[in-house]
């Protein structure tokens, strides 16, 4: 099933100026006009992230932010949990959404960070019936700003890199892959305490480095090759300002880990 993300970069965008539209219009010289519409879908700050994914199964896809979801087109809110209705000064605690079936009922469920080194919980979307979201804890304390929701193992299910920001250990959680399964497993990417595990860590990029076709996981000073097998074996440590690294860092992947730092 189709499910999109936003990370904490766009979400603002998406509820303050809503759901956007773009039509490309080629002019004789072949030169591409973008041109967007604007589409309120709420003016009341509940979420730094949000996600999309078709809630209701409807064809129409949805949006998902704090506790609420949008159901299209006429975004009408719908709650999904009550862990976030207090109002927040500042940062919201629903910081990065992101949208997937993680049990395989063929229902989307969502994904929930807290503020960085807090929770990372996943709400079980009922389907059919009207109640609130069954909540799973996924862990405990949830580091790095952005964590990333990528398919680390290649079966075709999203998984988590971030850290832990107790146990000092970068980590990626492997998402359940079975119907009805509901435990991520954990794998250790570093134990190393100084390396990318404090709660506030900007940066963490996801891509293949060396060019041998597996990807990597790169934080500003430096990235973990993948060992291959993306077991729970430690990958060694690369600095990125030596020897061979520095030849092998091509350019998109630092444009990519620009993006990430925010
Ligand atoms: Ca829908
Ligand atoms: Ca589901
Ligand atoms: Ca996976
Ligand atoms: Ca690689």
Redesign the pocket.
Known sequence: MKAYYFNRAIPLLVLSLGYITCVAQASSSNNTTLKYKKHTVSSVFVSEGAAVGDVNRDGKIDILAGHLWYEAPQWKAHPIHADTLNPVKGYSTTFLNFCSDINGDGWPDLIRFDVPGGQCVWYENPGKHASLWRRHLVLESAGIETPLFV?????????IICNDAEKKEVIWL??P?RKGDTIWQRHAISTDPALGTHRYTHGVGWGDVNGDGRKDVIIRSGWWESPGMYASTTGPFIRPNSGQSALICSCWTLIRMEMQIL
Request: glycine share 8%; charged share 40%; hydrophobic share 10%.
């Open positions: 398919d680390v193992d290649n079966d075709g299910h999203k998984d492997q998402s892959s």
